[in-house]
């Protein structure tokens, strides 16, 4: 799955960011407490684009770290592997919208590491 266009469009109003348009997607926003972190995984039937919708979320793709400002994209590449956490010294939790593209299935999540005992073997 390649990564989706996004385009800004502006309005007499304001704007909007159009993320995906007609594809078949799953939408989420993910939030996680100050010092927590999602599990290190990857999937094999799918891409996402996460956006910062928060400061204060870290990003770890493929081995290096990315601090996204609030309203930055990150392209997650089928296969990538990836987290999130918050950070430690966050005042709230923080979110991030994540847009799943190709077969979602919760069951694809291959996690290599996991904090709460959720660790899996190769899918």
Known sequence: M????????????????????????????????????LSLQKHRRRSELWVALDDGVIVELDGKTLRPSKG??????LGSVHRFTCEAT??????????????????DIERLEDSYGRASMAL
């Open 90 to 107: 966050a005042s709230g939790a923080v979110r991030v919208l994540e847009i799943s593209l190709g077969d979602f299935d919760e069951n």
């Open 72 to 77: 930055q994209e990150i392209w997650l590449p």
């Open 2 to 37: 390649d990564r989706p266009q996004t385009l800004h469009i502006a309005k007499p109003w304001g704007f909007f960011d159009q993320y995906t348009l007609n594809e078949l997607c799953t939408v989420k926003i993910l939030t996680c407490n100050p010092g927590e972190k």
